[in-house]
C-alpha cells in the first residue's frame, strides 16, 4: 500500500550533540519519495504538534540541512512534556487535519511511548498511519539497543573532561569528584574509565546507580586510594542511591521535580558539594574539590565522535525507509554485528517505549567502585578514531649531590 501525505519529524527530550543527524536524515531521505506531499518539522516536540507549529522542511536547501546536521542540539527545540492519552488523542487530530501519514518521533523511551500511543489512536480509527520512534539519549538506556545515538559523543565528551581532570590532578594532586549525568544507569559515568591510561590513572572510582551507594564504603575506598596514590580522582553518577534506592541527592536538597514528575538531579552542585565535605571532615583531607559537568555533557561543540554522526544519520534514514518503502512501524534499534560494525532492525515499540536498560553486571566491578575491562571493550570503538591520549614523561631521575 502507497500512503500518499506529508511527514512530521519532532525532537523531545534532552538535546545531544547528533540529533540534527537524525532529523536530516529522516527528511532528506523521505523527500526522495513521490508520495510525499510535505515533510514538516514540529517546533518544540509534540507541543508544538498540538500547537500546529511547523515549518516546512521540503522548502529547506539540502546545503543548509547538511549545515544542520553537523550543528548540536535540537534544530527543532524541543519538550519535556510527556503525553498521556487525552494528549495523544490531540496530536492525532492535528494529523488528520493536515493529513499526515509518517511521524517521526527523535527521542528518548518516554518518547517511544508517545509513538506507540499515538499509533494506537490511528488504529483504532482506521487511519492508514506509520509511526516510528528514532532512538536517542546521552543516557543509553533504550532497551534492545546496542547503544544509541547521542551516547557515544556524551561518552567522548566525560572521557576527555576526566583525562584533563588526571593530568591536572597529577600535577597538584589532592580529592577531586567528578558527577556526571545518568539518573537510572551508569553508561555515561563509566565513560570515565577511559582516562585510565598508566596504573596510576584515575578515575580511581566509579561509583553508578546500579549499585547501592554506602557513604562509609565510600569514605573507605577513598582513604584506601588517597594512601596508596596521595591523590584521588571520583566519577560519581548523580543518580546513585542507597539501599532503599533514594537518590543520594534527595537527602541534601528540597524535592525539587521535572516535567516528568522525576527529582531534579541535573543542575545543582550539591551531591559533589555533600560528598566533599564528608572526606574533609571525616578523613581530614583539605584538599578536595568536585565539578559537576551537568549540560555540558550533551551538545558540547567540537567533541562528537565521527561513530555517533554516522549512526545517528543512519537511524533517520532508516526510519523513512521503513515507514515510506516498507510500510511499518515500530522503533529503529541498532545491533552490534562485529567488532566494529552496526545494523538496524525495526523493533515493537512495546519493547523500548517506557522501558530503561542498565549497565550489566559483567561492566561493574564485584566492589562496584569501578568498571571492568569489558566495558571498555564495549565502549573504545564508539569514540571514534580521534579520540585524543595523554602521554607524561618516563625520563629517569638525575642523581641528587646535595641531598644525598
Not at 176 to 186: L, Q, S
Not at 202 to 223: A, N, T
Request: charged share 20%; hydrophobic share 40%; glycine share 8%.
Amino acid at each position: 500500500m502507497v500512503l500518499e501525505g506529508k511527514v512530521v519529524v519532532a525532537q523531545g527530550g534532552g538535546p545531544t550533540a547528533v540529533i540534527n543527524q537524525s532529523l536530516v536524515g529522516a527528511v532528506l531521505e523521505s523527500r526522495k519519495f513521490p508520495q510525499i506531499t510535505k515533510v514538516y518539522g514540529a517546533i518544540n516536540g509534540v507541543s508544538g504538534i498540538i500547537n500546529e507549529d511547523f515549518i516546512d522542511l521540503t522548502q529547506e536547501t539540502t546545503h543548509n540541512l547538511e549545515q544542520v546536521a553537523i550543528t548540536p542540539s535540537s534544530a527543532l527545540f524541543s519538550t519535556r512534556d510527556k503525553p498521556d492519552t487525552a494528549y495523544c488523542k490531540e496530536i492525532f487530530k492535528v494529523f488528520q487535519a493536515h493529513n499526515v501519514r509518517y511521524f517521526f518521533y527523535i527521542g528518548g523511551n518516554d518518547s517511544a511511548d508517545t509513538v506507540r500511543i499515538v499509533n494506537e489512536q490511528a488504529e483504532s480509527s482506521h487511519y492508514e498511519f506509520r509511526a516510528i520512534h528514532i532512538p536517542k539519549t546521552i543516557d543509553n538506556d533504550l532497551m534492545i539497543n546496542d547503544h544509541t545515538p547521542g551516547y557515544p559523543s556524551a561518552a567522548k565528551f566525560v572521557a576527555q573532561a576526566f583525562i584533563g581532570l588526571n593530568l591536572d590532578n597529577r600535577a597538584l594532586p589532592g580529592v577531586h569528584i567528578g558527577v556526571v549525568m545518568g539518573r537510572n544507569a551508569g553508561f555515561l559515568t563509566a565513560a570515565s574509565s577511559i582516562a585510565q591510561k598508566y596504573p596510576d590513572d584515575g578515575p580511581h572510582l566509579i561509583y553508578v546507580p546500579e549499585r547501592s551507594f554506602d557513604i562509609d564504603l565510600f569514605l573507605d575506598d577513598v582513604k584506601k586510594v588517597y594512601d596508596r596514590y596521595g591523590r584521588c580522582i571520583i566519577a560519581v553518577s548523580e543518580g546513585i542511591q542507597d539501599e532503599n534506592g533514594v537518590p543520594i541527592v534527595t537527602k541534601l536538597i528540597k524535592n525539587e521535580k521535572d516535567a516528568h514528575g522525576n527529582i531534579q538531579l541535573s543542575g545543582t552542585g550539591a551531591l559533589g558539594d555533600l560528598l566533599s565535605q564528608y572526606i574533609k571532615t571525616k578523613l581530614g583531607i583539605q584538599r578536595v574539590r568536585s565539578d559537576t559537568l551537568g549540560y555540558l555533557q550533551r551538545s558540547f561543540m567540537g567533541c562528537v565522535s565521527p561513530v555517533d554522526q554516522h549512526e545517528a544519520r543512519e537511524v533517520g534514514e532508516k526510519a523513512a525507509q521503513f515507514a515510506i518503502w516498507h510500510n511499518i512501524d515500530g522503533s529503529i534499534t541498532i545491533h552490534r554485528t562485529g567488532y566494529y560494525s552496526v545494523d538496524y532492525k525495526m523493533t515493537d515499540l512495546h519493547n523500548v517505549a517506557g522501558k530503561t536498560k542498565l549497565m550489566p553486571d559483567e561492566f561493574i566491578n564485584k566492589q562496584g567502585n569501578n568498571v571492568t575491562d569489558a566495558f571498555k571493550y564495549y565502549l573504545q570503538p564508539l569514540l571514534g578514531y580521534d579520540m585524543p591520549e595523554a602521554s607524561m614523561l618516563r625520563a629517569p631521575k638525575a642523581a641528587k649531590i646535595l641531598k644525598v
